[in-house]
């Protein structure tokens, strides 16, 4: 089943930048929308944004627009998720995981709607 890996995380103060990676395990993921997910202690899982397979195509929840920042490099084989501003109720586990893509008008989009499996994520603890 497709699994992607995540890394980059940790231990950082409120105010602080923390950047998460995300790459295939063993496959390429330039065909695949990618959607970034965390899960704070003791609440589900909650999608934070995702990208389509092109990169030309963003979304964010509220929570973190203007502090995240997705991006990709298909050529690297790796996406990644840019986190500025942190804030104490940022910390989780961050997951990155295949979505499914949605038509729209000339242009393929992202969804938060995940497929394959869970990896075991990075932890991002945000905390002085």
């Known amino acids: 089943q497709l699994q992607l890996v995540e890394s980059g995380g940790g231990l950082v103060q409120p105010g602080g930048s923390l950047r998460l990676s995300c790459a295939g395990d063993g496959f390429t993921i330039d065909y695949l929308a990618i959607g970034w997910f965390r899960q704070a202690p003791g609440k589900d899982r909650e999608g934070v944004g995702c990208i389509n397979d092109s990169g030309e195509n963003i979304h964010y929840v509220d929570s973190v627009k203007g502090r995240f920042t997705i991006s990709r490099d298909n050529a690297k084989n790796t996406a990644w998720l840019q986190m500025n501003s942190l804030k104490p109720e940022d910390t989780g586990i961050y997951y990155c995981?295949?979505?499914?893509?949605?038509?729209?008008?000339?242009?393929?989009?992202?969804?938060?709607?995940?497929?394959?499996?869970w990896g075991q994520g990075t932890q991002v603890t945000v905390s002085s």
């Open positions: 995981a295949p979505v499914v893509k949605a038509l729209s008008p000339g242009q393929t989009t992202c969804t938060m709607t995940p497929f394959g499996s």
